[in-house]
């Protein structure tokens, strides 16, 4: 951007420059830092103006990404109207109709596109494909998901190609945690390496979010961990609407934990939230202020809590939580 500048102050070419704001944007929207991201892409709306549509719509695919990640799924649409048929539109479009459960019409979408482009060697067409397959994923072709991942994972660690690599894991385990396939984990873990090596905060969260979904009957303990980090990085960018979908997530997982640990222990459902608090270390003011309660109903709770479990301690309910692994 800084070459772009200058070579602009003395040559007077806009192109350029609106060119590489609104791929900047991009990269600054794709590692987390959205704030500048619209900086980056407004900038390039307003040196492209009217006089150039192409540019232009570029930028304003990228800016409907970018509120499609924040949650605001009609104004991406009014981003792009007039610019349906933008080639830089079709991932935004495809993932506008998902979002509205328009699966055929994401379908359509998509393979138009590809048809266009094929779908080898590049990185539009992994984008594409991993859309294709959550589409197909929501249409019950889970098998046929799973195998279209399993290729874009292959071609990706051919070309050298991380980012592709990642998206054709997490479509593999996405498809296969969709039929309760237990190697579904193994890919999703893959994914969320690669991702967290290529500095991509968004699609970590994403694929945190799967995993806790794969993982809620298996180790609802792990899922539990997923979820909660997921929520951690939604809110921190601003992803309100994901945000919500990890909080909710989390909270039935919370629940399930708890009524299986007062099924093993006895405790009530309060008591056994307290305990897992008791055993991280928390203090009856702590644990007050988390759960909302009084410092009096929390003192009343471990004591039931000792009494129940015949433990003479904090530290011994501390103790008894993670041998038991009530943690």
């Known amino acids: 951007l800084r070459a772009a500048d200058r070579f602009i102050e003395r040559y007077g070419c806009p192109y350029l420059n609106a060119t590489c704001r609104a791929n900047y944007g991009g990269v600054l929207f794709a590692t987390g830092d959205w704030r500048n991201a619209e900086k980056e892409l407004r900038a390039a709306l307003e040196l492209s ?3 150039m549509p192409a540019l232009r719509g570029e930028a304003l695919a990228r800016l409907a990404e970018l509120r499609l990640a924040q949650g605001r799924i009609e104004e991406a649409e009014r981003l792009l109207a007039g610019f349906e048929d933008h080639e830089a539109a079709t991932p935004a479009y495809a993932r506008i109709h998902l979002l ?3 699966l055929a019409l994401a379908v359509a979408t998509i393979q138009r596109r590809l048809g266009v482009i ?3 060697h590049r990185l539009e067409g992994a984008v ?3 859309l294709l397959g959550e589409a197909e994923i929501g249409q019950g072709q889970v ?3 799973a195998e279209r991942g399993r290729k874009l994972a292959e071609m990706g660690s051919t070309i050298g190609c991380r980012a592709m690599f990642a998206r054709g894991e997490r479509l593999r385990g996405h498809a296969l945690a969709a039929s309760a396939d237990e190697a579904a ?3 999703l873990s893959a994914a969320l390496y690669e991702f967290a090596r290529l500095e991509m905060p968004f699609e970590m969260a994403r694929t945190r979010l799967l995993l806790a979904q794969a993982l809620r009957e298996l180790d609802p303990e792990v899922a539990e961990a997923e979820a909660r980090a997921a929520l951690v990085i939604f809110e921190n960018l601003g992803a309100n609407e994901n945000a919500g979908g990890a909080a909710t997530l989390l909270r039935e997982i919370e629940t399930k934990t708890r009524k299986q640990i007062g099924k093993a222990t006895g405790l009530s459902r309060r008591e056994a939230e307290v305990l897992r608090l008791v055993a991280q270390g928390m203090s009856n003011q702590d ?5 909302s309660l009084s410092k009096h109903t929390v003192h009343r709770h471990v004591s039931s809590i000792l009494t129940k479990l015949d433990l003479r301690s904090r530290a011994a309910a501390a103790a008894y939580a993670a041998q038991h692994e009530l943690l």
Do not use: F, T, V
């Open 287 to 291: 644990i007050a202020h988390r759960l």
């Open 49 to 51: 103006g009217d006089a």
């Open 128 to 130: 594409l494909l991993e």
């Open 143 to 145: 098998e046929g998901a």
């Open 185 to 187: 984990k193994r890919h």
């Open 118 to 120: 094929g779908g080898e």
């Open 100 to 102: 509205r459960g328009n």
